[in-house]
């Protein structure tokens, strides 16, 4: 039986493996600053269900504050309790099913420990827990989930965790850096190939298959949002994602990827000249870019906000007279989502990681133009993690030096 255990236990290991984890204590640690922020409440957060699992990406809070990605999952913590204590409620393991899905991790000691957790059970346990330990205290759940709660205690006070989490999440830890910075890295090898495989006659669609070819390659799960290949006329609209256009010479094409790594999500842009140089009007409009996103760079430190960083790149694009043409904001936070979550006022902080990304959209002249880079927020200023080509001479040295494979 010992025997049998340590077997499984070894293919579980081995199964979880394909998607890097962070220390069960980075977990831990956040559900005991959550139950702080819970002060004498209980907090419950729920996995998302089997059939809202797209390709098993796990809900976001729920994937943050315990590290676990399987379906009907349910996360109790008694912060009343000192210290807090933390539950995780789990269906039994099926074995005859799991010859169909693949090996699970079911409630009991084993789970316990490779989760970090004081308590693994089973899931029908957990409308009698949440009765006991909820009893006149509040429900700190999100806010989606208030009637779910209601339904097991009826009548308690139920607050929303959401901002607690959101304002968490806005910070990122040093293991946390390392999963963006890997996503960050991959993504930079797919713009690469993208860079090889863009040239007048290619389908766009051709350019998103190699790049997300690399990204796959590297162990990114996943693009994490749809590629964006726009060519041409196609390079104005903000998130085109049919990529179905055949590149011509002397279109430019905007290239917004990123892959995820670990359920990190990257988010970068380029744009390139089909042929492999820009025409002079295009030079034009690509070094006004340029010159905003590196005016949004240089502000971007402790203490900055959005509005101060967005000022910067506006600013510069209206000194040139092309505000008209710049119509969306320059930063957002970046992490288990590719828009993430938190407040867009707060003032940058170290580790929280961002986006800064002007454009000029110009659809009378089908030129569009966006350069995104994704910083991180240091105590000294910033580092730009994706550390991509981007002036125009460089692009088109880039371009040129590279072999063009024939892909048909
Ligand atoms: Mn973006």
Request: glycine content about 6%; some cysteine; hydrophobic content about 40%.
């Amino acid at each position: 039986m010992a025997a049998r255990t340590l077997v499984l236990t070894l293919f579980l290991c081995v199964a979880l493996a394909a998607v890097e984890k962070e220390p069960i204590q980075e977990y831990k640690s956040r559900r005991d600053h959550i139950a702080e922020k819970a002060k004498d409440g209980v907090v419950v957060l729920f996995a998302l269900p089997e059939e809202d699992l797209v390709e098993y990406r796990q809900d976001p809070n729920f994937y943050y504050l315990t590290g676990f990605d399987q379906p009907n999952a349910i996360l109790l913590i008694d912060a009343s309790a000192k210290p807090a204590r933390d539950y995780l409620f789990l269906k039994p393991r099926d074995l005859p099913q799991e010859r169909w899905t693949g090996p699970k991790i079911g409630p009991g000691p084993e789970a316990e420990k490779l989760l970090g957790f004081q308590t693994v059970q089973m899931l029908n346990d957990f409308p009698e827990i949440l009765k006991r330990v909820s009893a006149n205290k509040t429900v700190h759940t999100l806010r989606e989930n208030f009637d779910r709660v209601r339904g097991v205690v009826p009548g308690a006070a139920v607050e929303d965790v959401t901002p607690a989490i959101a304002e968490l999440r806005q910070v990122k830890s040093p293991t946390e850096i390392a999963l963006l910075d890997k996503a960050v890295q991959i993504t930079m090898k797919g713009l690469h190939t993208a860079a090889r495989t863009v040239s007048p006659d290619v389908w766009e669609y051709e350019v998103e298959a190699a790049l997300e070819f690399e990204f796959r390659r590297n162990g990114a799960e996943r693009p994490g949002y749809p590629s964006i290949v726009g060519s041409g006329p196609l390079s104005t609209v903000l998130h085109y994602d049919k990529n179905a256009r055949r590149m011509e010479a002397g279109d430019v094409v905007v290239i917004d990827v990123g892959a995820e790594y670990s359920g990190y999500v990257a988010d970068i842009t380029r744009t390139f000249p089909v042929s492999g140089k820009f025409s002079p009007r295009q030079r034009e409009i690509y070094q006004i870019v340029l010159d905003a996103q590196k005016a949004a760079i240089a502000e971007v430190r402790p203490g900055a906000t959005f509005a101060k960083i967005h000022a910067a790149a506006f600013n510069y694009i209206k000194s040139k007279g092309y505000s008209q043409y710049f119509i969306h904001g320059t930063s957002h936070h970046i992490g288990l989502q590719v828009h993430d979550v938190g407040s867009t006022t707060r003032p940058m902080e170290p580790g929280m990681v961002i986006t800064i990304e002007p454009g000029i959209y110009i659809p009378e002249e089908k030129l569009g133009v966006r350069i995104e880079d994704d910083l991180l927020i240091t105590a000294s200023g910033n580092r730009v993690m994706s550390t991509f080509p981007k002036e125009a001479a460089e692009i088109e040295s880039l371009m040129s030096a590279a072999p063009k494979p024939k892909l048909q």
